[in-house]
T-cell receptor, first 114, second 114 residues
Framework: AQSVTQLGSHVSVSEGALVLLRCNYS??????LFWYVQYPNQGLQLLLK??????LVKGINGFEAEFKKSETSFHLTKPSAHMSDAAEYFC????????????FGRGTSLIVHP | ETGVTQSPTHLIKTRGQQVTLRCSSQ?????VSWYQQALGQGPQFIFQ???????GRGNFPPRFSGLQFPNYSSELNVNALELDDSALYLC?????????????FGPGTRLTVL
């Protein structure tokens, strides 16, 4: 069984500061990993995905994430936070060899202060 | 805007009733997935339909059922509603059922069961 753990239900940063949202996964096989963003009253939007190619994945809106097998991590970063980045962020994992049933983390709420 | 629409936006039902939620997929997408997102939680996979047939199911009882139509719109039906069914229900469409295909989410239907 796969699972993801998102450390910190809330992360607060100042505008212009580094954003770091943590995600650790558990999987018996090399997984596929995803980060999604959810703005208030909207559905989820894919930010980026890792599918066993390059370990550093660049996504939309200036976000990127690095797959680190040794640490079983897939942390999401952005060099400089904007007010518009305030949202809920979800990490998800799926098994490349199985049926497509993604498992989502509980989410991290990003708060950006002016 | 993802091109995926859901109706209704909000719905209030009482315990024991039945409900039908609707999703219109993005044009050209033949796969739709449904998720349940309880308050403060990540989305949980309910099932996926590919070309009008169920193509995978999460850990949900049979009273959760679905349909996908030839135009690739779909329905989620829930019978014998329980209080714990209160949640945001999301549908997501993708071009195929491939494991790395990007899913495009609708804004969701907020179901409240009293």
């Amino acid at each position: 069984a796969q699972s993801v753990t998102q450390l910190g239900s809330h992360v607060s940063v100042s505008e212009g500061a580094l954003v770091l949202l943590r995600c650790n996964y558990s999987s018996s096989v090399p997984p596929y990993l995803f980060w999604y963003v959810q703005y208030p009253n909207q559905g989820l939007q894919l930010l980026l995905k890792y599918t066993s190619a390059a370990t550093l994945v660049k996504g939309i809106n200036g976000f990127e994430a690095e797959f680190k097998k040794s640490e079983t991590s897939f942390h999401l970063t952005k060099p400089s936070a904007h007010m518009s980045d305030a949202a809920e962020y979800f990490c998800a994992v799926s098994d490349p060899g199985g049926s497509y049933i993604p498992t989502f983390g509980r989410g991290t709420s990003l708060i950006v202060h002016p | 805007e993802t091109g995926v629409t859901q109706s209704p936006t909000h719905l209030i039902k009482t315990r024991g009733q039945q409900v039908t939620l609707r999703c219109s997929s993005q044009s050209g997408h033949n796969t739709v997935s449904w998720y349940q997102q309880a308050l403060g939680q990540g989305p949980q996979f309910i099932f996926q339909y590919y070309r009008e047939e169920e193509n995978g199911r999460g850990n949900f009882p049979p009273r959760f059922s679905g349909l996908q139509f030839p135009n690739y719109s779909s329905e989620l039906n829930v019978n014998a509603l329980e209080l714990d069914d209160s949640a945001l229900y999301l549908c997501a469409s993708s071009v195929t059922s491939g494991r790395t295909d990007t899913q495009y989410f609708g804004p969701g239907t907020r179901l409240t069961v009293l």
